[in-house]
């Protein structure tokens, strides 16, 4: 989509090209002489922080409308799942057990990516994290029915690329974690979750908590693999201590298969209002 608005002002692209062809003098070779947005140095001190946070959630959502995204299915998984046919290379046996929700992935997003195609690549386009695992698996099913997907990569102490599944205009990298999981949320239909470690649970509990405390609307929550979730997480122990309320346990659904999360999504009805949390 062309923005085709005209602006009475000189061309920041220009200036900045006619800026780099100055005399070469001591003044123009000065760092105070760049220009501030042309200004590596200036945009990454400590005090630019505010600064680059508006532009990487800015950065981001323009570039989703431009493509006419109106809303997503969120894939949160872990990295260290192996596909089915890689799975004797896991490191632990739980790993290569857990494999077959690499499978269960890619057939859930080959379902939601067939939705997705009817809408003309607009509703419930798939979103993962963009790195292996799970969120391979997200992206290569989008794939395999030809359709598009999103990948929101973090740089991290390793080097991280986009697994080879996304969408390469929908290919994203990000520095903060908050802006990240914000632009994970901020068009989300529904949010799946699958096995994985830390940063799934991160994933996991910050969305729950925007949802338990009304900040952010009710869409189908899927745990895929119960037995998994159980094991990790003392659920009802949570509620009979009162930490959280028996109708937080009722903010998602667990969920075995692609077919089962899919249907839940079709047939998905918004809960009544809670009376526990105010009206937004």
Known sequence: MTDTRRSPFRDAHLDRDTAEHVPVTPQTQSPSYRLAFADEDFLCREELRPVRLQLEL?????LLDQHDIQSTVVLFGGARIPAPERRDAARTRTLAELSHFYDEARAFARLMTLKSRATGNREFVIVTGGGPGVMEAGNRGAQDEQGISIGLNIVLPHEQAPNPYVTPELAFNFHYFAIRKMHFLMRARAICVFPGGFGTLDELFEALTLIQTG???????????????E??????ALADAGTISAQDLDLFRFVET??????????WAPAPARDDIPDR
Not at 58 to 62: H, I, P, R, S
Not at 215 to 229: C, D, E, I
Not at 258 to 266: C, M
């Open 258 to 267: 692609a077919t089962e999360a899919a249907d839940i999504i079709e047939n």
């Open 231 to 236: 094991r990790i997480i003392n659920w009802d």
């Open 58 to 62: 800015l950065k981001f959502e323009m």
């Open 215 to 229: 900040r952010m609307r009710r869409v189908p929550f899927l745990l895929f693999g119960r037995a998994f979730w």
